[in-house]
């Protein structure tokens, strides 16, 4: 069943299989999405062993790699970043599905988050491609995965801050007229974990954020809604 964690691992696996079709993927990725996701408390810790188990970091940041290609350098600044600009509708939800789902795995909470995991699965690079996109789910989802990731891992922080192009994409998604309320919120914290390099425990961070109810479930409806309009979504 969905709530059940030994269902994760064949899940996994489909969504790692080879080949697998974007229809397909799309159905595994809000499954493992409302795993992590649902209720509204802290991730329950038999699901984050189940996590561990199937790597589900490294699934999650190889989709992302699947479907984004990178784009060309920022002009001045040396560096490729992923890209997420030139998306199907479909590809847009998998992709924001995926970010929504890092950041839950990445959320602090008592058993200890997967940060660490997603970094070494290098989930950190698609997660700053994010702030780049034009998508406002995409600024928002990338953001929170960002603030989760940089909580706990100090790591996290510092290769961040290696790319000047990613802090300046989070600086220009709080400088932007017209963000959400939720994306302004998730880039603040953001932006507090990585302007503060001296190490956790140093300050004081700003509280990780869980994604559920309210923010992804309103992605769900607006998916189910252009399915309605469009049966080929």
């Known amino acids: 069943s969905q709530g059940d ?26 499954a493992i999405a409302h795993f992590f996701g649902e209720g509204s408390g802290e991730v329950p810790e038999d699901r984050l062993v189940a996590a561990r188990e199937t790597e ?19 002009e001045g600044e ?29 959320y602090g909470n008592a058993y200890g988050g997967l940060s660490e995991e997603l970094r070494l699965a290098g ?16 600024l928002s989802y990338s953001a929170a995965a960002l ?17 000047a192009s990613s802090m300046n994409a989070l600086a220009r998604v709080l400088e932007t007229e017209g963000r959400s309320e939720e994306t302004l919120a998730n880039a ?9 390099a001296q190490g956790v425990g140093s300050f004081r961070r700003k509280s990780p954020t869980q994604l559920i109810g309210g923010s992804f479930a309103a992605l769900i409806a607006r998916v189910d809604d252009e399915r309605e309009s469009n049966p080929l979504l």
């Open 188 to 196: 603040a914290g953001a932006m507090i974990n990585v302007s503060h």
């Open 56 to 74: 589900v970091a490294r699934v999650l940041a190889e989709q992302l790699r699947a479907i984004s290609a990178p784009l060309p350098p920022v």
């Open 123 to 138: 989930g950190l690079s698609f997660v700053s491609g994010g702030l780049f996109s034009s998508n406002e789910q995409t």
């Open 5 to 30: 964690p030994s269902g994760l691992a064949v899940v996994v696996a489909a969504l790692a299989r080879p080949g697998a079709r974007l229809s397909e993927r799309k159905g595994y990725t809000l």
């Open 78 to 106: 040396g560096e490729s970043r992923p890209g997420s600009s030139k998306m199907t509708k479909r590809e847009r939800f998998i992709y924001n599905a995926t970010l929504s789902t890092m950041a839950n795995l990445a």
């Open 147 to 163: 603030q989760n990731m940089t909580n706990s891992d100090v790591e996290c922080i510092a290769l961040f801050n290696e790319s």
